[in-house]
């Protein structure tokens, strides 16, 4: 008997943090993230809360799941249930527009400190970066959270696979430190140009005209109001979703570590797609008897490594999740349901 019994589900979680405002699922490719931050969206939606749910995907997958067009890139409601939003976010836009950003800032770096350089090349470098679309996508994030923050009660990310959200979540440590660091040798480059004056006033003054800094401070202060926010574990929860299988578990275990190690609140785990015994046991097929066998052994390892943080079990369905009235049966699921062979682990 390996059942936590100090496990604090869905409901009672949900009830204790009342100001829950951001809410991320992560975990390995096709666990359920998408779902699951639908079914979390659904609940609060039908709660009467204004909610938007948000997909930061390379690839989107709202439009099939609610079998809806919400594509280009803009805020639309979904049809047919009240209160509920949906954003896919158009990563090639994001893009650009980012880089264009860039662009603009380089070319004022290189203008201002009079160096009479080409700054494509220097662009090109910057914006080819692998690390690049991450970065947009982070500052999207970062948008979506202070705008949308105020137009919605509750905001749920779909966030992508496992390490693109890592990385945005790693980045946000990294990005703070980047920005004071040009902060600074921005402010050490301009007190030398008028070092002649030895007026501290004067620096200030020229400091305060310098459309780069000023650019850095306002991106600092946006990112600095961000951090505050994700931080916060009254307003900020993370899921991790896995299946009832090693490699899905050992994702999350890993990401537990690693976004505990950002200060990020770990809101829990859900677990999903579990073979409710009484499916196995009516089965003649041999291949899902077998499953569920199986089954057993990792949910008894969910139990004893992740127990206390277990919020949620969706059982699999027969087909997939798509249309509202699936995911209202989900979305219901995920706050009543739970396997019928716990006592059994
Ligand atoms: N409990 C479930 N029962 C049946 N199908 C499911 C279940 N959960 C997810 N699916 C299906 O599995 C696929 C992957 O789910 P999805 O939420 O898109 O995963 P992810 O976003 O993690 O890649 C989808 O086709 C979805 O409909
Ligand atoms: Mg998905």
New binding site residues.
Partial sequence: MVVTVNKVLLPEFLKSKPNLKFLF?G???????????AGLAYRFSQEGKRTLLVSL?PVH?LSS?FAQDLKGGVIKPVEGAENLFALEVEIDDIVEKYKKNIARRLSEFLKWADIPLDPKPFIDIATTNPAFQESAMFDKMMDVVLEQGEEFDVVVF?TA?VANAARLIGLSKIYGLWLERMIKSREEALSLRVKLSFRKEKVMEEIKKDPLMADLISMQERFNKVKQILLNEEKTAFFF?TLPLALPIAVVKRFIKMVRGFDIPVGGVIV???IPKKVAEATTNEYLKNKYREQLEYMRIIESDLGELVRSY?????????GLDMLAR?SEDMFTWVPDFLDEL
């Fill in positions: 699922t975990g390995k490719g096709g666990v359920g993230k998408t779902v699951s931050a995907n997958s799941l779909d696979a979703v999903n797609q579990i969706i059982p699999t369905y027969p087909g997939e999740v798509v989900l």
